[in-house]
């Protein structure tokens, strides 16, 4: 069975600190992985997309890592901002591409 | 210049009742999607459309049905709604199918009392 799950469940760090979120799946066969960002009261916004092929991609201060061999994903923020408190759901599709498999977030919430 | 839209914002409905949830995109994209997102803020599909024509329904009561008048439009409507309905549901959109990005509008939140 398809499953993405993502750790810790909630987070409490304070500004300006590094942090970062894992997410483990064992989707199959593998398509992309994706990091999204949702606000209190807003839809998703996607931050990173990755394929099989790609070990790290960048988004400002967002950099999301994948290990295709071991099925992880990690998303690692930089110098943290109140403006990064939200929900971070990490999602997988397979190679199908018609199937996505969500992980439940964590919800991160960066302290002043 | 809002990409993806919906409305209403907030529904609040009696148990029994029919309602209708609107989404909009002006993306240009070929696929829209329905999604719930219950109070444990998981994230489930629902519908999932392609040029009008539905190609994924996950396990969903066929209360809802989901109705594209055109490739801009995916608008929910709900039967007999039930207090296990209340949630967020989220209208998205993508070009080329579920594994390419996705474009979530804002969502709606239903409320069943």
Sequence with gaps: ?112 | DTAVSQTPKYLVTQMGNDKSIKCEQNLGHDTMYWYKQDSKKFLKIMFSYNNKELIINETVPNRFSPKSPDKAHLNLHINSLELGDSAVYFCASSQGGPRYEQYFGPGTRLTVT
């Design chain 1, 1 to 112: 069975k398809n499953q993405v799950e993502q750790s810790p469940q909630s987070l409490i760090i304070l500004e300006g600190k590094n942090c970062t979120l894992q997410c483990n799946y064992t989707v199959s066969p593998f398509s992309n992985l994706r990091w999204y960002k949702q606000d209190t009261g807003r839809g998703p916004v996607s931050l990173t997309i990755m394929t099989f092929s790609e070990n790290t991609k960048s988004n400002g201060r967002y950099t999301a890592t994948l290990d295709a061999d071991t099925k992880q994903s990690s998303l690692h923020i930089t110098a943290s901002q109140l403006s990064d408190s939200a929900s971070y759901i990490c999602v997988v599709s397979d190679n199908a591409g018609n199937m996505l498999t969500f992980g439940g977030g964590t919800r991160l919430m960066v302290k002043p």
